[in-house]
């Protein structure tokens, strides 16, 4: 037999027939929510740190991409020494470029428009490597190759 109180006309059960069910689904559920929270914060802080490598390796290639772009843009070149041009700066990041003299080739027939006969315009090969510094020490090679034209030899 099963003992009830009426209170105001409401029926209170025993406290010996609460167990705390209703205590423990709640720490459950709290438990829960904690862990997939954490788990949440872990995983955009990650994400975070991806965006940030990503971001820094971009700027370390658009970096190297200005430095081809200085070496190329130069009015004059040299076949004697190497070139070498360190740390210039290129918004967050910095370059440095080495553009070297490879060989130089005849061209054939090419002149003929400038009213020069054949063999009197040279092309001079060039190859230029820039390496892009990023942040969090992102890195970026590029080699670029191009030739200018120029007098020939005798």
């Known amino acids: 037999m099963t003992e ?3 209170s105001r006309g409401r029926t209170v059960a025993p ?3 609460q167990t ?3 205590l423990f689904v709640g720490l459950i559920l709290l ?5 997939l929270g954490v788990s949440g914060m872990s995983t955009s802080t990650l994400e975070l740190v991806m965006a940030g490598n990503a971001q820094a390796q971009q700027q370390a290639f658009q970096a190297a991409e200005t430095g081809i772009d200085i070496a190329i843009s130069r009015t004059s070149f040299t076949t004697s020494e190497p070139m070498l041009l360190q740390e210039i700066p290129v918004g967050d990041a910095t370059v440095d470029i080495e553009m070297t003299f490879q060989q130089s080739t ?6 003929f428009s400038l009213g020069v006969g054949t063999g009197t315009v040279q092309a001079f090969h060039f190859d230029v490597v820039a390496t892009g510094h990023g942040p969090r020490d992102a890195r970026s090679t590029h ?3 191009f030739y200018v034209l120029g007098p020939g030899g005798p």
């Open 20 to 22: 705390g069910a209703a």
């Open 143 to 145: 080699r670029q190759s």
């Open 15 to 17: 406290r010996s027939r």
């Open 31 to 35: 438990l829960v929510m904690t862990i």
């Open 4 to 6: 009830s109180f009426h």
């Open 106 to 111: 005849g061209v054939p027939d090419a002149a």
